[in-house]
């Protein structure tokens, strides 16, 4: 079993829709999560960050992380085709290490006009 | 700009020819990061220095893959004698530690095709 297990989709919404994207991971000493987004053949952009369990939200995303359930998701509202990009979640252990991150990997989404 | 730089942006060489990449991180961060990402993938984790000390090697990171920050500013990774399976987009990303949740933020990547 992966570290984190992230479906790839790929996933095409209308413009307009509400958008899940889910993650699930199997190492408990993880705290930081992360979403990014990548456009096509270019770097991560960091969109979303939240330690530990709890909702984040920043205009239309909302981060919600369940460590019980090991278990993180993003909500995109109200997307739009600007939103089409590959997602990946990211997340790393306790502070004072490395933090290297470990990713899924990727769901890609697609945001038709 | 003041985000992660890498040059270059493509390469292509032959199996067997060395290639060398640069990442200039962001100018008050301490950590930088280098990651390896295959079409279809997410970034898997090569190594990390803090400031001009590498603390961290993946697996990954093979006897051919040297990467150095000499002045804990800039960094190269070195891949020696390539193979068609190096092939892949290689990401330098950097972060400032001590700040609240050390996140962590990637450069534009260096795309590497072996022929």
């Known amino acids: 079993q992966k570290e984190v297990e992230q479906d790839p989709g790929p996933l095409s919404v209308p413009e307009g829709a509400i958008v899940s994207l889910n993650c699930t991971y199997s190492?408990?000493?993880?705290?930081?999560f992360m979403w990014y987004r990548q456009y096509s053949r270019k770097g991560p952009e960091l969109l979303m960050y939240?330690?530990?369990?709890g909702n984040k939200e920043d205009g239309r995303f909302t981060a919600q992380v369940d460590k019980s359930s090991k278990y993180i998701s993003l909500f995109i509202r109200d997307s739009q085709p600007s939103d089409s990009a590959t997602y990946l979640c990211?997340?790393?252990?306790?502070?004072?290490?490395?933090?290297?991150?470990?990713f899924g990997k990727g769901t890609k989404l697609t945001v038709n006009p | 700009d003041t985000g992660v730089s890498q040059n270059p942006r493509h390469k292509i060489t032959k199996r067997g020819q060395n290639v060398t990449f640069r990442c200039d991180p962001i100018s008050e961060h301490n950590r930088l990061y280098w990651y390896r990402q295959t079409l279809g993938q997410g970034p898997e984790f090569l190594t990390y220095f803090q400031n001009e000390a590498q603390l961290e090697k993946s697996r990954l990171l093979s006897d051919r893959f040297s990467a150095e920050r000499p002045k804990g500013s800039f960094s190269t990774l070195e891949i020696q004698r390539t193979e068609q399976g190096d092939s892949a987009m290689y990401l330098c990303?950097?972060?400032?530690?001590?700040?609240?949740?050390?996140?962590?933020?990637f450069g534009e990547g260096s795309w590497l095709t072996v022929v």
């Open positions: 990211a997340m790393s252990a306790t502070q004072g290490g490395s933090e290297k991150l470990v």
């Open positions: 190492n408990s000493a993880f705290q930081y």
């Open positions: 990303a950097s972060s400032l530690s001590g700040s609240y949740g050390n996140t962590i933020y």
């Open positions: 939240t330690y530990s369990s």
